[in-house]
């Protein structure tokens, strides 16, 4: 994959990360999906006061994606304001095994 459509996964999720709401934490994450019809999606997590409510940036990018009819995605990128990368915790992972394919890129960024 080119370096400028990474690049710009990472810039949309930063600018996308912005937009997270994050009362309890103050743990911003913004998350950008490129779909095989080469269209971004962007996604942040939105915190509620029952946790297991809550939906990360990954699953809020690709439901987005979802709800516009794609299928199949070329990569996605996800953002914090942290000294190491995010990993995408085991219900993002788990939808990301339901749409991606082993030719999708994830990107880690900080």
Request: hydrophobic share 45%; charged share 20%; glycine share 6%.
């Amino acid at each position: 994959m080119e370096s400028e459509i990474i690049e710009n996964l990472i810039n949309e999720s930063i600018k996308a990360r912005e937009n997270a709401y994050a009362p309890y934490s103050n743990f911003k994450v913004g998350a950008a999906v490129l779909t095989d019809r080469d269209k971004i999606f962007i996604g942040v997590n939105v915190e509620n006061g029952s946790y297991g409510l809550t939906i990360c940036a990954e699953r809020s990018a690709i439901l987005a994606a979802v709800s516009d009819g794609a299928r199949v995605f070329k990569a996605i990128a996800v953002t914090a304001d942290t000294e190491q990368p995010v990993i995408p915790c085991g219900a993002c992972l788990q939808v990301m095994t339901e749409f991606f394919t082993k030719d999708t890129l994830v990107i880690l960024s900080n």
